[in-house]
């Protein structure tokens, strides 16, 4: 059986790697004005955070149409018996709602897969399922390994400045404002597909310090684990925090990522995360 995977932009997985695995991507875009960019395909995280510098006022965000979606499926159809579509969380975004449509509209079986969550943590999700693919395993064992990840998934983010997310509707602007009044530097995470709060920390050197004990605690269940650093626009802060973890926790696998134009949207540039699974 051959099945195809498909995810959106937001995984922020590597061209390279997409290629090397046959991952196929439908983008998110970002709105400047009158200029709409498809990120990862017309501006990369680092064009993305230079123009956000040239503008008084944020970009706005969108998620693929349907129709995008079923040219896509359409375009599958020929080559694969069946279509697993990983998405960021239908909390924050309509993009799986969009999948789920699309797939009622065309003639071969779209199984849609709701992360709960975005940037690297779905990407786990899609490497797994691209490799299993790759392996001719069936859709729903698919599936269920996704659903074994999710129980050992973990993700945790700070921002440098939440009224971003308070802007994008992504976080209430009860505690945004608090945030920023008090200077706190809110560890987030998802919970139930939206983003909250998990812990107010008061720097940035303790929230990094709060996600490595985190980090830990699964870490002396002496089981290996599958790591990512994933940074806005901070490439050096990031690599050094690598160095120095990887030094501690031999048996964790770090690689780093990012947060593109999309999702660094509504967090900013500066912020910064780590997401982990048992592989």
């Excluded at 069936?138 to 945790?156: D, G, N, T, V, W």
């Excluded at 720097?203 to 709060?210: F, I, N």
């Excluded at 650093?229 to 990887?246: D, G, T, V």
């Amino acid at each position: 059986m051959k099945t195809a995977i498909v995810t959106d932009s937001t995984a922020y997985i590597p061209k390279e790697v997409r290629e090397s695995l046959h991952i196929h991507m439908i983008p998110l875009s970002v709105t400047f004005g009158n200029e709409t960019y498809r990120e990862e395909v017309d501006l990369n995280a680092e064009q993305f955070f230079a123009e956000v510098r040239q503008h008084k006022h944020l970009p706005t965000t969108s998620q693929p149409s349907t129709g995008a979606f079923v040219e896509l499926f359409e375009s599958l159809r020929n080559e694969y018996d069946a279509i697993i579509s990983i998405h960021l969380s239908s909390g924050i975004s309509g993009t799986y709602q969009g999948a789920v449509t699309a797939g009622t509209m065309v003639d071969i079986p779209v199984y849609p897969y709701d992360s709960e969550i975005s940037c690297m943590a779905q990407g786990f999700y899609v490497i797994e399922a691209a490799q299993m693919a790759l392996d001719g395993k069936r859709p729903e064992a698919i599936i269920a390994r996704l659903e074994e990840m999710k129980q050992s998934l973990r993700a945790y983010f700070m921002v440098d400045d939440l009224i971003h997310l308070q802007r994008g509707g992504r976080l209430s602007g009860a505690q945004a404002f608090i945030g920023s009044l008090l200077q706190v530097k809110p560890l987030l995470h998802f919970e139930n597909k939206v983003i909250v709060p998990f812990e107010k920390v008061r720097t940035r050197k303790k929230a990094m310090k709060r996600i490595e004990e985190l980090l830990a605690e699964d870490v002396a269940l002496g089981i290996p684990l599958r790591a990512a650093i994933i940074h806005a626009n901070r490439r050096k802060e990031a690599e050094a925090w690598k160095q120095e973890l990887s030094a501690l926790y031999p048996n964790v696998d770090f690689t780093i990522s990012y947060f593109g134009p999309v999702i660094g949207t509504h967090l900013g540039e500066g912020a910064l995360g780590m997401t982990w699974y048992r592989p």
